[in-house]
């Protein structure tokens, strides 16, 4: 007797959990939560979904600002990629702003062309000063609110007019604009802050628009009497190449490698 009570105890316990498991995850269901929804989404699903809306504002051609709105009732976890770019939307017709001194934007055929896409770190493990982001680029927005999120970027079409806050540009994946895997890598050492920005950049535009070495250390920003400025210095076009150049020995080696740090550039 004592045996058969205590198995029937046991039964009986069994089956309250068993009720009670299956009341609740038909009670989540029939608020529309799922057990997945906690899960950070990709952004650019979220995006394709109508989950999420993407405005891209660049300041200039080295820093951006993406604010992100939550279009559903309920919050969003969002996970970024690694990188990803930025394109001019092809409707806007209005004419440029030029920054003086560039003489790959003074040319006049340049007026009735599109600006230069932005490619930017996504994915990194420094949020740059946006409390909304944490920890390898995922970040939650409340139902129906909107957060800002800034970003360093880089151009990646030299030669064309140069980005400026009045422009309109839309958030793509990197694949889209560039297929090199090592832009990816690069721009992921940018958000991490191991490179600066204009050491990014000169490993862009040698990246995307094949710019030799030494085309990039003769670029000038701009002249002020007899004295000229060039846009990159010896040291930031030796950690550029150097920092590639570990990109792609990681690349043909199983073991991941440091690039080269933010303060090599500095002298």
């Not at 200039?60 to 394109?87: E, G, H, V, W």
């Not at 970040?139 to 400026?164: M, Q, S, T």
């Not at 030799?212 to 550029?240: C, K, M, N, P």
């Not at 590639?244 to 020995?249: T, W």
Request: proline share 7%; aromatic share 6%; with cysteine.
């Amino acid at each position: 007797m004592p045996r058969f009570s205590a198995s029937w105890r046991l039964r009986h316990l069994l089956a309250v959990v068993a009720t009670f498991s299956i009341s609740f995850v038909i009670g989540s269901f029939a608020q529309g939560n799922s057990p997945d929804e906690t899960l950070p989404q990709p952004l650019f699903a979220a995006i394709a979904a109508g989950d999420l809306e993407a405005q891209v504002v660049p300041r200039d051609s080295k820093r951006l600002t993406i604010q992100f709105k939550n279009k559903t009732d309920r919050p969003l976890t969002i996970q970024m990629p690694a990188a990803m770019a930025a394109a001019p939307i092809l409707a806007q017709q209005q004419p440029f702003n030029f920054f003086p001194g560039q003489p790959n934007n003074q040319q006049p055929n340049n007026r009735q062309q599109s600006p230069q896409q932005l490619g930017m770190p996504g994915m990194n493990n420094n949020n740059g000063g946006n409390n909304n982001l944490f920890g390898n680029g995922i970040f939650n927005i409340p139902a129906g609110r909107a957060i800002k999120i800034k970003a360093d970027c880089v151009c990646l079409e030299y030669g064309k007019p140069e980005p400026d806050a009045r422009m309109k540009y839309e958030l793509k994946p990197l694949a889209e604009v560039c297929d090199k895997p090592e832009l990816a890598t690069m721009l992921r050492s940018l958000g991490d802050e191991q490179i600066d920005q204009r050491v990014a950049q000169a490993a862009a535009w040698h990246l995307t628009n094949e710019l030799g070495w030494d085309e990039l250390a003769g670029l000038v920003s701009r002249r002020v009497g007899s004295y000229t400025e060039h846009q990159f210095t010896s040291a930031q076009i030796a950690v550029a190449k150097r920092t590639l150049g570990q990109i792609a020995s990681n690349k043909q080696s199983p073991k991941v490698g440091t690039v080269a740090s933010k303060s090599a550039t500095t002298r």
